[in-house]
């Protein structure tokens, strides 16, 4: 698809890779409604770009804000599903010196799942019925997986959740083909967004020092990988990583 033809949702754009899509999309001349729980930082986003609080954790908020969308950009064609949390930490860890137990909590797992798979469903369920019931052809789904879904310590719910979005995106694209709607993936490494940037400095250099290009990944890296999956009408149903060669 053309970028100029998009009406496009961006989950997620209030800050890091979102917001850079969100203008990357907007200065390309695409009509864009950005969603985010943030609602201050939604607000230093360019004007022309409309903008509403949204938390994909809320199956009302998701259905309410799609059909906000709708009627802000006079249809609705492509969703960027960016929208996304961590709370990282080991499912079962024993301390050295107390040998006391510590588990991932209940809350971490759940706030993870609901927002990175659960949320991020029901905004292409929502945006995907919006378009058959309007008949919007041709559309594109681009999903954020990470390269997390090949398994990585420490992260048993963020694996969880991009590990499960990567197989949705293929059988969402079998399922809304027939609609004439592509779904793809786009599965980042490490990149410089304030999500990584409160990353444990050692841990941080210990990927840096892993990944053959010798540096972490960019928001523009991304919206070049983005942009992609937007543009190509030949790429459908696959998840490409975009980590400077870094593998768990």
Not at 165 to 188: D, H, K, M, Q, S
């Amino acid at each position: 698809m053309k970028l100029d033809a998009l009406k496009i949702i961006v989950t997620g754009a209030a800050s890091g890779m979102g917001a850079h899509f969100a203008r990357a999309l907007h200065e390309s001349g695409a009509k864009v409604a950005a969603g985010d729980v943030n609602e201050a930082l939604l607000g230093e986003l360019p004007k022309g770009i409309a903008r509403r609080k949204l938390d994909v954790s809320k199956e009302d908020d998701v259905a309410s804000f799609v059909e906000w969308a709708h009627k802000e950009l006079g249809g609705l064609n492509s969703l960027v599903n960016n929208a996304g949390i961590l709370r990282d930490g080991l499912l079962v860890k024993q301390d050295r010196e107390t040998k006391a137990i510590k588990r991932l909590s209940f809350d971490d797992w759940s706030a993870v799942l609901a927002v990175n798979l659960t949320g991020a469903t029901m905004m292409v369920r929502e945006v995907v019925s919006k378009m058959v019931e309007t008949g919007a052809r041709p559309g594109v789904i681009v999903n954020m997986s990470s390269i997390s879904r090949h398994g990585n310590r420490g992260q048993s719910n963020y694996v969880a959740a991009k590990a499960a979005l990567a197989a949705n995106t293929n059988t969402w694209a079998r399922e809304f083909a027939p609609y004439g709607i592509r779904v793809t993936a786009i599965a980042p490494g490490m990149v410089e967004t304030p999500m990584t940037r409160g990353m444990n400095q050692k841990a941080r250099d210990t990927v840096v020092a892993q990944i053959p290009v010798g540096r972490i990944g960019t928001t523009e890296d991304l919206w070049v990988a983005v942009r992609f999956a937007l543009e190509c009408d030949y790429f459908n149903a696959r998840t490409i990583d975009v980590d400077g060669g870094l593998s768990f």
